[in-house]
């Protein structure tokens, strides 16, 4: 089989397409066809070689990728016969080797495709979908809410925006360019395009902000909020987070709470079943970049770090 390997940390053309060993399933373990491979922006920070949050340094050589969609090629010792050619989606974990044609998993971390749900919609839901729910349950929009979601048009932000439009709240999708602000605009949120300097102004005030950007479109998005307002960080895809002290806080009232971290660690399965459900159901419909083949995982890590896709970036068979 071949797969996408990287012998040395550094820029995205170390990402390599190579003939390797096909994976055997052991005890309790499913070999998977591979037909979609997820790309997430800590993949390129793992990628550099630099930290990100609890995910290890792998060892070199690694197979990048920690979520994929395809068919159960095999069951290894253990494993009920029944998944061998069934559709199924699963998350590796801190695990790696998802950009392979080829990938070896524990059979408990697989979950049937529902029908009508492709492989490349899955993969965007088995990881990012997960994040999105868990983010939104402790944000817990409502109707009176005037939502603010940086990072719009990305594939994490997409879907907040969708879930917080489902429950009736006003929401304002900020994106750069205008690329992003019309698929923000197609997703039903009013668009606001953060490569203008004023982007916020004309804008209402806000009683929530959903911000995994960070930097200084977090914090413009944090002044946006009125008195009482509550602010939910999930990450800083800008490279630092938002910057907000103890008087934001006090001063006006304001409420600060991370969105991811141990207090969702015990729930990803039950969150991974809730968002491949939500996008059967078409609650949830990700938007998603698939038009990379699984040997270009190295124009799809320069094109996500050079802001040029727009939703889940999903490498295809």
Known sequence: MHAI?????GPAENLRWEEVDDPVPGAGEVLIDVAAAGVHLVDTSIRRGEAMGPFPRPTLPAIPGREVAGTVAAAGEGVDPAWAG???????????????ERVVTAAERLHALPDGLSEAAAVAMIGTGRTALGVLDVAAPTAEDVVVVTGAAG???ALLVQGARNVGARVIGAAGGERKTAQVRALGAEPADYLRADWTEGLPRATLVLDGVGGTAGRAALELLEPGGRIVIF???SGEPTRLDTSDLVERSLTAIAGLGPHIQGRLRELEERALAAAAAGELV????DHFRLAQAAE???ALEARDTVGKVVLVR
Request: aromatic content about 10%; glycine content about 18%; proline content about 3%.
């Open 5 to 9: 390997r990287l012998h040395e940390f």
């Open 86 to 100: 069934r559709r199924v989606v699963a998350h590796l974990g801190m695990a790696s080797g998802g950009y392979a």
């Open 155 to 157: 594939g994490l932000g």
């Open 235 to 237: 990450g800083w895809s």
């Open 286 to 289: 990700p938007v998603v970049d």
């Open 300 to 302: 799809a890590h320069a």
